[in-house]
């Protein structure tokens, strides 16, 4: 659980590299500590107005208990960036290349895999609430929720915890990778880690797309039980001057929140998944000649940049799915009522009780 990178044991010095095999090359020295730094601050910046938004919402709720546990675990990936910058430009002494690969980069992964998680258990809260609109919430059940959320975090930091043990060999070359600090138990750990991380990701695709088929499902069934009840599906004023939403408008917008989400899934955590296997088993077996080792890493790089693009999306889905973060957002900065009512158009006409992809209420 580390990004594998090649470290110069002395910064600046290259004349010794291999040209054929070396990783520095431009992509890894100059383009990604580029494209993470602009990641590290945009990202800082977003997340720091989640946790203060996120935080004066109480928790009352299955979907804000989740959500505050990925807004935790993107501020620690953020953080992690600085590091991954320094060293992959080469300007960082050894002791913080070290620090990078025992614990800086199992972070990394670490919440990750739990932003991972917590997005799966969020499909399956939305899923249970659509089907079954009118089960409530009781204190019991949200201490369950807390209960659960710890245990997920304990049983991440158990899992990594030996990838930071294992990790503790003396470089002795000029040039060095995160698995040439490892021991040989370490290596085996990493290679174990790594189909569990498969395991969790692969799992939770699988129940996120299930959850969301339903949900679709389930939705549809209720607009087009609406649509036959409504004088042609449009948008007509009842005696009382109430306004009723015409379904395939309420489908459209329930389709463009599906695809977010899905696109969270597709966009960041896919590739990476794909690319992660190849490049594992180049790093822990005498498989594969340096060319390709080399071609594996860059794929790694390049996808797992994508998965870091999770820390910056992932606040723009609390204000796309979460109503309590918009209003207590707008709240706290003193916005007059309908801000950005165009990009959330049509929200408060939608007469769907429990919304399942977003949050209609602190209290849902």
């Given at each position: 659980?580390?990004?594998?990178?090649?470290?110069?044991?002395?910064?600046?010095?290259?004349?010794?590299?291999?040209?054929?095999?070396?990783?520095?090359?431009?992509?890894?020295?100059?383009?990604?500590?580029?494209?993470?730094?602009?990641?590290?601050?945009?990202?800082?910046?977003?997340?720091?107005?989640?946790?203060?938004?996120?935080?004066?919402?109480?928790?009352?709720?299955?979907?804000?208990i989740?959500?505050?546990?990925?807004?935790?675990?993107?501020?620690?990936?953020?953080?992690?960036?600085?590091?991954?910058?320094?060293?992959?430009?080469?300007?960082?002494?050894?002791?913080?290349?070290i620090?990078?690969?025992?614990?800086?980069?199992?972070?990394?992964?670490?919440?990750?895999?739990?932003?991972?998680?917590?997005?799966?258990?969020?499909?399956?809260?939305?899923?249970?609430?659509?089907?079954?609109?009118?089960?409530?919430?009781?204190?019991?059940?949200?201490?369950?929720?807390?209960?659960?959320?710890?245990?997920?975090?304990?049983?991440?930091?158990?899992?990594?915890?030996?990838?930071v043990?294992?990790?503790?060999?003396?470089?002795t070359?000029?040039?060095?990778?995160?698995?040439?600090?490892?021991?040989?138990?370490?290596?085996?750990?990493?290679?174990v880690?790594?189909?569990?991380c498969?395991?969790?990701?692969w799992?939770?695709?699988?129940?996120?797309?299930v959850?969301?088929?339903?949900?679709?499902?389930?939705?549809?069934?209720?607009?087009?039980?609406?649509?036959?009840?409504?004088?042609?599906?449009?948008?007509?004023?009842?005696?009382?001057?109430?306004?009723?939403?015409?379904?395939?408008?309420?489908?459209?917008?329930?389709?463009?929140?599906v695809?977010?989400?899905?696109?969270?899934?597709?966009?960041?955590?896919?590739?990476?998944?794909?690319?992660?296997?190849?490049?594992?088993?180049?790093?822990?077996?005498?498989?594969?000649?340096?060319?390709?080792k080399?071609?594996?890493?860059?794929?790694k790089?390049?996808?797992?940049?994508?998965s870091?693009?999770?820390?910056?999306?992932?606040?723009?889905?609390?204000?796309f799915?979460?109503?309590?973060?918009?209003?207590?957002?707008?709240?706290?900065?003193?916005?007059?009522?309908?801000?950005?009512?165009?990009?959330?158009?049509?929200?408060?006409?939608?007469?769907?009780?429990?919304?399942?992809?977003?949050?209609?209420?602190?209290?849902?």
């Amino acid at each position: 659980m580390e990004r594998n990178t090649t470290f110069p044991l002395f910064p600046g010095n290259h004349s010794l590299t291999n040209s054929t095999c070396s990783r520095d090359n431009v992509l890894k020295t100059v383009v990604f500590p580029v494209l993470y730094s602009f990641l590290f601050l945009v990202g800082l910046s977003l997340n720091a107005v989640a946790v203060w938004v996120f935080f004066r919402i109480p928790s009352k709720s299955h979907f804000i208990i989740y959500l505050k546990n990925i807004v935790v675990a993107d501020v620690i990936m953020t953080f992690t960036f600085p590091f991954k910058v320094l060293s992959d430009s080469n300007m960082a002494s050894i002791g913080l290349r070290i620090f990078v690969c025992r614990v800086s980069s199992v972070l990394f992964y670490l919440t990750m895999y739990i932003s991972i998680l917590f997005f799966g258990l969020i499909s399956i809260d939305r899923c249970r609430k659509t089907l079954k609109p009118f089960r409530g919430t009781n204190a019991a059940r949200l201490t369950r929720r807390k209960v659960l959320s710890g245990a997920i975090w304990t049983f991440l930091l158990v899992l990594c915890l030996p990838n930071v043990i294992l990790t503790r060999k003396t470089p002795t070359s000029l040039y060095f990778k995160c698995s040439n600090l490892k021991t040989e138990a370490g290596l085996y750990w990493h290679e174990v880690v790594n189909h569990v991380c498969q395991v969790i990701f692969w799992g939770n695709l699988v129940t996120v797309i299930v959850c969301y088929t339903l949900i679709t499902r389930e939705l549809y069934r209720s607009y087009s039980r609406t649509k036959a009840h409504s004088s042609g599906g449009s948008i007509h004023r009842a005696s009382s001057g109430a306004t009723t939403r015409n379904p395939s408008q309420a489908k459209r917008k329930m389709s463009a929140n599906v695809f977010l989400v899905l696109a969270v899934f597709f966009v960041c955590f896919v590739p990476f998944h794909f690319a992660r296997v190849p490049y594992t088993m180049s790093q822990t077996r005498e498989v594969f000649d340096c060319n390709l080792k080399l071609f594996f890493f860059q794929l790694k790089e390049s996808t797992l940049f994508l998965s870091s693009l999770n820390s910056l999306l992932d606040p723009l889905i609390y204000f796309f799915l979460c109503k309590s973060f918009r209003t207590t957002l707008f709240k706290t900065l003193r916005f007059p009522p309908g801000t950005c009512g165009w990009l959330i158009k049509g929200e408060s006409e939608m007469n769907t009780g429990s919304t399942p992809l977003r949050d209609s209420s602190v209290g849902t």
